[in-house]
């Protein structure tokens, strides 16, 4: 039969998805035939009857690319998914010998910028928490005092297990969470007293025009770092990205936004080294996502 003509929509599909990274596995991608040709199978997956696999033959759908699924949810299938499949396989075997984990809360390496508050916003990050002086129940009834919470969450230090002074609270609405950041203004940074501001972690989360999320962009900017400080553990995680079953058993699995990696071994990455590495990449996130919402407010001029 003669050969039918090509498609230009479909070879400009083809060669926009030709490398493209997703998790640690690159698309390789070209233009069917009228042979009954196929896609060249996937770095780090094998062919399936009807195609590449992503992630094993008869992968159950939301299963990550080079491993099996660990169920997200609504929330994490609709933000892109669950952490790597590989990273929380180094995590567990990590684990298995002893090591530890550690990590970072994106609101202990970064501030949420004030010009992209939204009226809708409803999560506060807390800092100086006095939990030497009140228990946890205490803490929760006092910030009732503001309104009706969804979620409250108190962070605890990754070596020790204690409360760490800082945490998140969710509240039913928005007005409420307005009231507490007016009353704990951070006018009083470093002094140890108690500090309220806007949560970074729900800012790279949400979208302001119903796109993808800032922290959508900011997990693949993960799984690079990872090759770049040769720390295959590290991971991006939150109630949206659900971590896996390693992580789950230390209570990371979930809640606010959030980085882990392991720890234990002198050539392990130490929380000094990535930091800043880190700290960086939340700029770069905050930065990209200004930029949509700047070019609506400042349109460019109609031409003459």
Known sequence: PPTPRPSWAAARAAAALHGMQVHNSRISCRRLGGQGQGFPPMVGGSPGPSGPSHGGPGA????THGGPAVGPGPAAAAQGGVASASADEVIRRGLDTGRRLDFFFVDDLARARDDLVLARDREVFLEGLPWHDYTEQELRDWLSAFGKSEEVHFVREASSGEFSGGGYIRFESPDDAKSLVATLQEDRADTGELRGRWSLSEQLQRSGDGGPTAAVALRSTVTRLRDEVRCPSLSLVSDNFRGGRSLDSRGLAAGPLH??????????????????????????????????????????????
């Open 60 to 63: 159950p759908n939301g299963a």
């Open 259 to 304: 980085f882990v990696w392991l720890v234990g071994t002198g050539n392990d990455t130490t929380s000094e080294a990535l930091r800043p590495r880190l700290a960086r990449l939340l700029q770069e996130a905050l930065s990209s996502s200004a930029a949509p919402r700047q070019s609506r407010q400042h349109p460019p001029p109609r031409p003459a």
